[in-house]
Each structure stands twice: as structure tokens, then as C-alpha cells.
């Protein structure tokens, strides 16, 4: 195996590449799944939430918090669980266990009988959510052509959007008979209220199934492999993805940022000198694409779109809205991100939701309601979609450094999770402490500060092999 200073072979002229494009587009759908299945699972629980509340008689804001957010503490787990074993036992193995955790927990808790039974539920089904949010993008961005790498990467942001839609749909779908103005003691008895919101959870049980099909059909990382010290397969692997010209010359370029490094990764590696600038760009990054705040539309629509006017059957509908905007915005990022770069949308998406979040605040202050509030959270929805969505995937996915990446990438992830349950406990208490006008502004000011620090430690990487970013970044 090559040193780590031992150069690369040259790589090799555009027209002597076959890359084999369709199975590449195959194979990266097949791990997306696990996005959609993370989309599906993590907003269904928005349309669920005004009948199982009920249901369970959950009154405290401490209560609602928590059962919107204990599948995040499964979420940390997953991501922590996948720093430690996506490098031992690969990305692929993990990828199908999340499948069946998928299949497993939306079928628990479709028949939970009690609210601590839900949360156990939950919290299992957060764990696959955990594995999925980190291995599929990763392992995405280790099969891709650098070329192609953020708008595949991005595919994975488009199925995250695409569950959520689905989400929103048969959330809609399964209470579209809900009477207009329907009071608590009515839900609470009625078939909405003791079994629609089951089917809800239940249904992922079917996209669940596709994902562990999908998975048992797809190659190992060639990264992962070469890694491992298993050069054949990885050359195998390459081959069938390009052709032998580009497996030579992209074995050769994986071998020689590698190092020499096998197997296992020290997580105290991360701590390197060299190292801790790239891993807290990643840290912050992921953070910060939760503490913008846009997952609480998602997560408390009802509570959001009351605080504008709006009666419950009206809120399905606006929810329906957000989540087609949020498709249709994010078929924009993919057709950018390749050619506009990370940086720009980065800064873009920063900026627009700290202005959108200041209408917001202005808006709820003044008693602003109906369609002027609705088009607010359909611009800022827009405005992520196109944006910090789908490109903080894409930049935690490939700036890390070969050896460390399933390790490093564990931290970004576990991070981004651990924000996303503070972000989502703390909403119905800020909202009930500074109100919605209060709690935008909170957010449009974390937003303005994510935008200085994107402008002053992102570098732009796109058209960049994983390794030529490697160099650049670790110095």
C-alpha cells in the first residue's frame, strides 16, 4: 500500500471514464430509502400528535415535549452505535439492521396500549433514525464520482422530503372526515382519536420493508473496503461502478490518503491537531442546521398554525402545504448545489430564514393571522429547502478524512441529534414563556450567527474528490 506521501495515479482523462450511471443512481436510491424512512418516521408524529396527546391525556407542556422528543434520545444512540460499529462491520450490515428496527418499531407503536409503552417504542425506532441520518448520506458519498457526489448526497435530502410528504398525506388522508371545529372530548372518543393515529405510525412498516430489500442488493463501500484491507473487493466494486480505468485510478487515490491505516479507528484520533478544525466545523454545522429552528414547524405545525388563527382541520391542510413546498424546493437544491457550490447556498439559507424569522416575530407580535402568516412559514420552509437541508448532509458527508470518516462523521450526527432534542423539548416551553413572537426572534438571531460562521470557516468543495478535500482541509 502506497505512503501517506506517495503520490496518487493521475487520474484519468473524462473520456476514458464509463462511469456506469444508472446502477450508480440505483445503488444510491436503495441506501435513500433510509432517508425517507428518517423523514417518514420523524414527522408523522406531527399529525399524530393532536389525538395521542389526547388519547394519553397529555396536559403539561413538559409532557408534550417529551413525547415529541424521546425518539431523539434513540437517535443518539443510533448515531453514537454507528460511529462505533460502521467501521468494523461496515456501512451496508447497519443500513439493513436500521431497516428491520424501522419495521419492528412503527408496528409497536401502532398497538402501544400505554404512553410509557410509546416511549419505549419511540426511543427504538429513534435508534434506526440515529443509523440511517449518518450511514445513508455517508455511505452515498463514499460510492459517488466526485462529479456527481452533492447531487447523490442530496438525493437523500430529496427522500427525507419525499417521507416527509408521505407523512403529511396519510396523516391528512386518515382524518380528512374530521369534523370542522371538532372539540377535545370528541376527538378523544372517536375513531380518530383511539385508532386513526395508530395507522399513522403503522404504515411505515411497508417503506420500512422496501429499505431491507433495497439494501440486501447494493455493494459494500469501496472506501470502507479498502480500508479494511480487502483491495480486491474494492476494486470489484469500483470496476462495476466505472470501469477498470476509473478503479485503478480511484483504489489508488483512497489507498494513498489512507495511509496505511486499517480496521479500527482510535475516536481519541479525532482530537489530532490537524483534525479538530475540520471536526468542529462539522460539529457546529450540524448543530446549527437544528437550532435554525425550522424542525418545530414540522414537529409542533398545530401549535404554530393555532397561534396564526387556524382550527384544526385547516392545520392538516396548511401541513400538507409545507410539506409540498419543502419537495418542491428541494428538487431546486439538487439541480444547484453541483453548480452553484455548498458555501453560497449555506450563507443563502442562513440569511433568508433570519430575515423570514424576523417577519415571523413582527407578524405573531402584531396579532397577524390567516394567509400572510401561512406564506411566512411556507418561505422559510423554502428557504431551508433549497439550503441547509440538504447541503450540511452534503458537507458533514465529505469533508472528513478517509480514515476517520465513519468515526467523525458519528460525532457530527450525534451532535446534530442532541441539538435536535434540545430544539424540540425546549419549543412549548419557550413558547409558552416568550411566545411565538419571542421564540422566532430567538431563532432568527441563532440564524444570523450561523451565517457569520458559515462566511468566515466553510470552504467551498465542490468538484472535489473526497481526498483532494482531505488534503485541503488537513494540513
Known amino acids: 500500500m502506497p505512503s501517506p506521501s506517495a503520490p496518487a495515479s493521475p487520474k484519468p482523462p473524462e473520456e476514458a471514464v464509463r462511469l456506469r450511471l444508472g446502477l450508480i443512481w440505483i445503488i444510491s436510491l436503495a441506501a435513500a430509502m433510509g432517508g425517507l424512512l ?10 399524530a400528535k393532536p389525538f395521542f396527546e389526547r388519547f394519553f391525556a397529555l396536559a403539561s407542556p413538559a409532557a408534550r415535549g417529551w413525547a415529541n ?131 399513522m405510525f403503522g404504515l411505515t412498516a411497508i417503506p420500512a420493508a422496501l429499505f431491507f430489500f433495497g439494501m440486501l442488493g447494493v455493494p459494500e463501500s469501496p472506501r470502507w473496503l479498502a480500508k479494511n484491507g480487502q483491495r480486491e473487493r474494492a476494486r470489484r466494486v469500483l470496476a462495476r461502478l466505472g470501469g477498470e480505468t476509473y478503479a485503478g485510478s480511484a483504489l489508488a487515490e483512497i489507498e494513498t490518503t489512507l495511509g496505511g491505516e486499517t480496521e479500527k479507528v482510535d475516536f481519541r484520533a479525532l482530537l489530532d491537531r490537524r483534525l479538530r478544525r475540520v471536526l468542529v466545523l462539522g460539529v457546529v454545522l450540524a448543530v446549527f442546521q437544528q437550532w435554525c429552528g425550522i424542525n418545530v414547524i414540522f414537529n409542533y405545525a398545530e401549535e404554530i398554525f393555532r397561534a396564526a388563527g387556524y ?114 423539548f425546549t419549543f412549548p416551553l419557550l413558547n409558552k414563556g416568550l411566545g411565538p413572537a419571542g421564540t422566532f426572534g430567538l431563532y432568527g438571531l441563532i440564524c444570523a450567527a450561523g451565517f457569520f460562521f458559515i462566511r468566515a470557516r466553510l470552504p467551498e468543495t465542490k468538484g472535489q474528490s473526497l481526498e483532494e478535500i482531505e488534503k485541503e482541509l488537513v494540513r
Open 38 to 47: 428518517f423523514g417518514y418516521d420523524w414527522v408523522v408524529i406531527g399529525g
Open 69 to 199: 422528543s424521546c425518539a431523539l434520545v434513540g437517535c443518539l444512540v443510533g448515531a453514537m452505535a454507528a460511529g462505533f460499529l460502521s467501521d468494523r462491520l461496515g456501512r451496508r450490515r447497519l443500513l439493513i439492521l436500521s431497516a428491520l428496527i424501522f419495521v419492528v418499531t412503527s408496528l409497536g407503536n401502532a398497538l402501544a396500549p400505554t404512553f410509557t409503552v410509546f416511549v419505549l417504542w419511540r426511543i427504538l425506532g429513534g435508534t434506526a433514525i440515529g443509523l440511517a441520518s449518518n450511514l445513508s448520506p455517508l455511505y452515498i458519498a463514499e460510492i459517488a464520482p466526485a462529479r456527481l457526489r452533492g447531487r447523490l448526497v442530496a438525493v437523500n435530502q430529496l427522500t427525507i422530503v419525499i417521507g416527509i410528504l408521505l407523512a403529511q398525506f396519510v396523516n391528512w388522508w386518515l382524518v380528512r372526515g374530521l369534523p370542522a371545529g371538532a372539540g377535545d372530548a370528541f376527538i378523544r372518543s372517536s375513531w380518530y382519536g383511539t385508532t386513526g393515529w395508530r395507522w
Open 311 to 424: 382550527d384544526i382541520s385547516s392545520v392538516l391542510a396548511n401541513i400538507a402545504w409545507t410539506g409540498s413546498v419543502n419537495l418542491a424546493f428541494t428538487f431546486v437544491a439538487l439541480g444547484i448545489v453541483d453548480r452553484r457550490g455548498r458555501r453560497p447556498l449555506m450563507l443563502f439559507g442562513a440569511a433568508g430564514l433570519a430575515l423570514i424569522y424576523a417577519a415571523m416575530g413582527i407578524g405573531y407580535a402584531a396579532g397577524l393571522k390567516g394567509l400572510p402568516m401561512l406564506l411566512l412559514v411556507l418561505a422559510a420552509i423554502a428557504c431551508y429547502a433549497m439550503s441547509l437541508a440538504p447541503v450540511v448532509w452534503v458537507v458533514i458527508s465529505e469533508i472528513f478524512p478517509n480514515r476517520i470518516r465513519g468515526a467523525a462523521t458519528a460525532v457530527a450526527t450525534t451532535a446534530l441529534w442532541a441539538a435536535c432534542f434540545v430544539l424540540t
